[in-house]
């Protein structure tokens, strides 16, 4: 209960570090007049109006429907469920069918003792012949053939699902690099604003002598260096908004952008992060998948070795005409032959001693096969180690984002405490305006370590959904239609041989 209650208050300092980031610093900033308020207003309702129109869910929902990598990944998908089709075809009969014409004419002349005899024989003939051969047991090689078959069509459905989180990940990224380039960028306007008004100050307290030439030289060294870092930070935004459309196909959403939701139904505990994602993650169950088909791959190229049954069937009907063309009436000539024919045979073959060329495939297939299963089974106890390395790692990095988020606030309440006071201090004469410059600095500091922190703290909280396979369009609850992966498999468990899509 307590870390669930640590987790709501460090989602709730979020979004009051947010605010203590956006505020302006009215009191480092030089009196306003009544037009830059009303300016201030407009252009305060304007970033409020973007500030709603943009949100992280928006994004990732445009960059799904644009997405190229989810068309390719689904192709592939497709690909590999061709592969069940094959492997359940083994399963039907083949049957062939054959027709067949004839027809010939001839001439023959007899001369015997009575008299010369003649004729103009022909022969008309039509067969047609339907057979059927079906395998009865094949060393379990088409079974072991299905299995696999069966197994490969999970990994794909895995790496579909690891395919489509690593592309959200890639958003994600994207979109939190925009967020904190532009939070840096408005960081150092702020600076740069603040340390405009300490030159003045500076200046002012060495006209009427109350300052030395120091301290103007210092504030005027300083303002340099932020008028530096406004310069790198609006070069890094310029990065990231083309970072950002590289890997989200669209264009950068224009304006202050919003920080991402914070996830729920996340795990409470490292142990329960491992437990969830030694079952549900997606590269960890491809590599399972994989070393089950490989398995199966073995038994099947060893059903080579064993006995095979065969069953055929075959039915033929002939037709024959013959006709003397000379003398119709003849009965011995003229006669029509009609046969039918069925067979039925049963094959048993037992593979006794292979010849060279069944050495090389048969026996060879098998070793390999045995090697793949092998190296695929190391594999998956490779993948199953990276991913309680990567739980851990992933949730020590949220415990330590969690820890400086809850902290980050304080430091930016006593850093503009400590300015304020160094500022006021400075006046009365009683601190140099360097005290000043170097209390700015540490304010500086701390907002970008809380900038740091907030992103942190969500981008960890995102990849422990990609731990355990949430990170997805369904798992996001997004409003897009979705590939179901169950239609085309149900096609090609059944499938027509003669169709072509």
Not at 263 to 282: F, I, Y
Not at 312 to 319: D, G, H, N, P, T
Not at 357 to 379: D, W
Not at 387 to 396: G, N, S
Request: net charge neutral.
């Amino acid at each position: 209960m307590r870390k669930m209650v640590s987790l709501f208050v460090a989602g709730t300092l979020i979004g009051l570090a947010h605010e203590v980031l956006a505020i302006p610093d009215a009191k480092k900033s030089p009196p306003k007049t009544a037009e830059t308020k009303k300016s201030l207003d407009a252009t305060s309702k304007k970033a409020i109006k973007k500030l709603r129109e943009v949100s992280f869910e928006q994004t990732l929902i445009e960059a799904y429907k644009r997405s190229p990598e989810w068309a390719v990944a689904i192709a592939h998908k497709k690909v590999a469920d061709e592969g069940l089709a094959q492997a359940y075809s083994r399963l039907y009969p083949s049957i062939n069918g054959q027709i067949s014409f004839s027809g010939s004419r001839g001439d023959q002349r007899v001369h015997p003792a009575a008299g010369p005899s003649e004729t103009e024989p022909s022969s008309d003939g039509s067969s047609v012949s339907v057979a059927l051969n079906q395998n009865l047991f094949d060393g379990f090689a088409t079974t072991n053939g299905i299995l696999a078959a069966e197994h490969s069509i999970l990994a794909a459905r895995s790496e579909l699902i690891d395919t489509e989180q690593k592309f959200f990940r890639g958003v994600l990224m994207a979109y939190l690099g925009v967020w904190e380039a532009r939070q840096r960028l408005e960081i150092a306007k702020k600076l740069e604003e603040n340390l405009a008004y300490d030159l003045r100050a500076a200046q002012k307290k060495f006209d009427v002598g109350t300052g030395t030439r120091p301290e103007v030289a210092a504030a005027e060294a300083q303002h340099a260096d932020a008028l530096y870092r406004r310069t790198a930070a609006q070069a890094a935004l310029e990065t990231a908004l083309a970072q950002f459309e590289a890997v989200a196909r669209i264009k950068p959403p224009e304006g202050q952008i919003v920080l991402p939701p914070f996830p729920k139904e996340l795990p409470t505990s490292e142990e329960e992060l491992k437990r969830l994602a030694q079952r549900w993650s997606p590269a960890l169950q491809t590599a399972r998948e994989r070393a089950l088909v490989a398995r199966f791959s073995e038994s099947k190229e060893r059903g080579a070795l064993l006995p095979h049954v065969d069953l055929s069937l075959s039915a033929a009907k002939s037709i024959e005409k013959n006709i003397d063309r000379l003398d119709p009436s003849r009965a011995d000539t003229n006669r029509d032959t009609d046969s039918t024919m069925y067979r039925a045979n049963v094959t048993v073959s037992v593979p006794i001693l292979a010849n060279e060329s069944q050495r090389g495939t048969t026996y060879s297939a098998s070793r390999r096969a045995n090697q793949e299963a092998l190296a695929a089974e190391l594999a998956y106890q490779k993948a199953s180690l990276d991913i309680m390395a990567e739980c851990i790692h992933i949730w020590t990095s949220f415990r330590a984002a969690q820890a400086q988020l809850q902290q980050s606030e304080l430091f930016i309440r006593s850093a503009e405490i400590a300015v304020e006071g160094a500022r006021q201090s400075a006046q009365q004469g009683l601190k140099s305006q360097t005290d000043v410059l170097f209390f700015e600095g540490k304010l500086l500091e701390s907002r970008n370590s809380a900038v740091e922190a907030q992103k942190s703290f969500i981008l960890m909280a995102y990849r422990m959904l990609e731990l355990v396979g949430k990170l997805t369009a369904s798992g996001l609850r997004l409003a897009v239609p979705q590939y179901c992966v169950e239609q085309n498999e149900e096609f090609a468990r059944a499938p027509i041989p003669f169709v072509l899509e």
